[in-house]
């Protein structure tokens, strides 16, 4: 079989962000953002191995964006694409898996935009635009949601009014679930499992930050919830507060609601409380000098991990390994060690000869002899939406996909 090539896109509101990856290589042929899209100074940056260039988008338009990727395409693919991932936010219950855009599905993606209003709206312009440009072949959407619909009800569910989640799906959805998924089929790989098997807990720690249970292949709890908000401390968003905190603001400030949801998604987390930066690589040098909202930033970040891996431990019959992704996980030896030395009760240790970040940051074990695994397994997102777009279509070609929405 010839090597298949998928064109990953992930669409914001003013960004577009590509990769053009192919079945076997483990890096993007090309990739690249186009930022500032809706404003005159619209402009795409890409890269394909020493080539790269800045182009302006002047209409700002998603769509010529999207258009000025045909002939790079066109340039560094060694053969035509096969089809178009679309990483998409919010598949409310409707998916448990990719799907195969069709005017159902964008209904479907169109019906789950309240619960994700800054991400479904722009991801649907982002299908649209690449809909017109490449025609012929399958558009595919990848859902982060999706990989959470096998959690069970116990932990799906608030404890709230039954008709606020048959009405209006109030319920916890989680979010990450590429990553999530993707590093635990490579903890399997890397530990010598049966693949996809195996009792994980998983922390990406990034912008965002998530944890997992994941049994054989399967989220059974997650740390978000309605929304990306819940769960860990992040680079500017809370995670759980009291969900008194909107009334009392409003009560003895007089705070709206836009107000309150600006300081909660975009004024907290590791910002807020450092007072210095959301950025973890700026606190972790500025905790080294002793600055106090910096150390003090960096203990909550990782006590409130290791409190929300301890809690989804239950969820799980035994734990044979916690992973550590994203742009903290996989580069932060500080929050790793601290934070497993809060989760010192399930005998995990770290040792710190091999929890230093190597050159190349390749997935390996960090732990001491005798506690379960700790690994590091640097995410993919993107390769894991071309293998599950191609496994679709494989699927497709050997059987009719199940309508589910
Ligand atoms: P991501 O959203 O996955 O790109 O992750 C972004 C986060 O990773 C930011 O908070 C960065 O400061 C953090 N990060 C990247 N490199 C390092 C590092 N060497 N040490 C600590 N944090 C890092």
């Known amino acids: 079989m010839t090597d298949r090539l998928v064109l990953v896109i992930n669409c914001g509101s003013s960004s577009l962000k590509f990769a053009l990856r192919s079945e076997s290589a483990t890096k993007p042929l090309l990739s690249g953002l186009a930022e500032r899209l809706g404003t005159p100074e619209g402009v795409m940056n890409w890269k394909a191995g020493d080539n790269g260039e800045r182009i302006q988008i002047r209409d700002g338009k998603h769509s010529t964006a ?3 990727l045909l002939p790079l395409i066109e340039r560094f693919a060694e053969q035509p694409l096969t089809a178009v991932g ?33 991400h479904n709206p722009a991801q649907l312009v982002g299908i649209n635009a690449a809909m017109k440009v490449f025609t012929t072949i399958p558009h595919v959407a990848i859902f982060d949601t999706a990989f959470h619909q096998s959690m069970p009800p116990h932990a799906y569910r608030y404890a709230l009014p039954e008709e606020l989640y048959t009405e209006h799906g109030v319920r916890r959805y ?45 989220s059974l709890d997650t740390s978000m919830g309605l929304t990306p908000l819940e769960g860990l401390v992040m680079g500017t968003r809370s995670g759980d507060v009291d969900p008194n905190l909107h009334s009392h603001l409003a009560r003895t400030l007089g705070w709206d609601l836009e107000r309150i949801d600006n300081m909660l998604n975009r004024e907290s987390g ?14 972790v040098t500025a905790r080294a000098e002793g600055h106090a909202g910096a150390t003090l930033a960096v203990e909550v970040f990782c006590y409130r991990l290791a409190r929300s891996l301890a809690g989804l431990a239950v969820a799980l019959p035994r734990i044979d390994g916690v992973i550590f992704t994203g742009g903290i996980g996989e580069n932060s030896p500080l929050v790793r060690e601290l934070t497993v030395r809060h989760l ?17 940051n390749p997935a390996r074990q ?13 995410t993919d997102e993107e390769r894991q939406i071309t293998e599950e777009c191609l496994a679709l279509l494989d699927l497709a070609t050997t059987q009719p996909v199940e309508q589910e929405a």
């Not at 989680?174 to 807990?201: C, D, I, N, Y």
């Not at 960090?366 to 640097?378: E, K």
């Open 174 to 218: 989680g979010f990450h679930g590429t990553s999530h998924r993707f590093v635990s089929s490579q903890a399997s790989l890397l530990m010598g499992l049966e693949p996809g098997h195996g009792a994980w807990l998983t922390a990406h720690l990034g912008n965002g930050c998530s944890t997992c249970a994941i049994l054989d292949g399967r």
């Open 66 to 68: 999207m258009a000025s």
């Open 86 to 118: 679309h990483r998409v936010v919010h598949g409310g219950e409707h998916f448990t898996g990719a799907r195969i855009i069709d005017d159902e599905v964008i209904t479907a993606i169109e019906d789950s935009s309240p619960l994700a209003p800054l």
């Open 344 to 360: 010192a009760l399930f005998g995990l240790a770290i040792d710190p000869a091999a929890n230093a970040t190597p050159p190349g």
């Open 270 to 283: 590791l910002l807020g409380l450092s007072g210095l930066s959301n950025d973890m690589r700026t606190l």
């Open 366 to 378: 960090v732990q001491m002899a005798g506690s379960p695994a700790i690994l590091v397994i640097p």
